[in-house]
């Protein structure tokens, strides 16, 4: 092949990504594109709080427990992170979502050579200065997101908490670095509260995530309790997956203890923060139970008000310590 032929393959290849990105782009809010010309830093701090606070209820008051220096930092992390999920599940063609991932990954390199033209990337490389935040955390969302688009199915549980490691733990990681709490020990208990919660999301929306052509439930699992892709989708919950669904459920509860000493270990305004997700992770599970474990015919859900008790149980853990979420208690009351 002479360096002509290389040259327009190379080229054509080019116009083939750049009309995937296009096509992605137009499925997503016109606010997502990357602009020609960076924002300043301020009116990319301003971009993320409008999306954080926009998007996630629960977020909007995790932040009023946070001191007010941090939150521009919490702001950046999470619009990286719902771009970057979006990216990745609202483009619905799959080649489209990796063209627009792969050209999301090539911003990050470009926001760590201090090249940053998105505001989120604007935002986090001022979060990465102060934080001394590594490339990684970041890196691996994408990978999941990535992974997302090709495999529908896994194996062993192993192989969900593989998936875990990347799609759930960077999150964990990123906020114990925006909070001077990153250390290899809290790191641990974190990724088992993350993990945690992703396997609760994800038996939360075993019928939302069938709608995708996706399946967490582990397959090794499926089989041991006589449950199979049909089961899932005639939406009828089976005496089989009920006692899948009960399985489930407990293990991502175990998970969930493995992690509640870190609320013990970290100062206590993130330490608030923690127990919040935590109760509102264990609060999904039992909602699955009060359900008696079918999550096919309708969504287990958290009202309002069980939200806001939850975070005035949270706030009242910084004030009194005896309040906060132990062990002993996390598969009793909220």
Not at 27 to 43: D, G, Q, S
Not at 125 to 149: H, M, N, S, V, Y
Not at 203 to 227: A, C, H, S
Request: a negative charge; charged letters at 25%.
């Amino acid at each position: 092949m002479n360096a002509a032929t290389r040259s327009q393959e190379n080229e054509a290849q080019q116009q083939s990504e750049h009309e995937l990105e296009e096509q992605g782009w137009a499925a997503l809010p016109a606010a997502y594109r990357i602009p020609e010309k960076a924002p300043t830093l301020a009116e990319a701090l301003a971009y993320c709080r409008r999306l954080a606070e926009s998007h996630y209820e629960n977020f909007h008051v995790a932040t009023w427990f946070l001191p007010k220096a941090l939150r521009p930092h919490f702001h950046a992390i999470y619009a990286y992170c719902r771009i970057s999920d979006d990216l990745g599940d609202e483009v619905p063609d799959s080649a489209q979502a990796m063209a627009l991932l792969n050209l999301w990954g090539g911003e990050l390199d470009a926001c760590y050579e201090g090249r940053a033209r998105h505001p989120v990337f604007v935002a986090l490389t001022a979060t990465i200065g102060a934080c001394a935040i590594p490339k990684e955390p970041f890196a691996d969302l994408l990978t999941a997101f990535r992974q997302d688009q090709t495999v529908k199915r896994y194996a062993t549980m192993h192989d969900v908490h593989g998936y875990c490691f990347n799609s759930a733990n960077p999150v964990g990681r990123l906020v114990l670095y925006a909070c001077g709490e990153a250390n290899d020990e809290n790191f641990l208990l974190s990724d088992a509260t993350c993990t945690a919660l992703q396997l609760a999301n994800f038996w939360q929306d075993v019928r939302v995530d069938f709608g995708k052509g996706r399946v967490y439930l582990p397959q090794e699992d499926m089989r041991r309790f006589e449950v199979s892709d049909e089961t899932i989708g005639r939406g009828v919950a089976t005496p089989e997956f009920r006692a899948l669904m009960r399985y489930e459920v407990e293990y991502a509860r175990s998970l969930f203890e493995v992690g509640l000493p870190l609320i013990g270990k970290v100062n206590r305004d993130l330490a608030i923060d923690l127990d919040l997700f935590s109760r509102g992770g264990l609060e999904i599970l039992r909602a699955i139970e009060r359900r008696d474990y079918d999550v096919l015919s309708a969504r287990p859900a958290i009202s309002r008000r069980t939200k806001l008790a939850l975070a005035m149980r949270a706030l009242g853990g910084k004030a009194l310590p005896f309040l906060r979420l132990k062990m002993e208690s996390a598969g009793k009351a909220a």
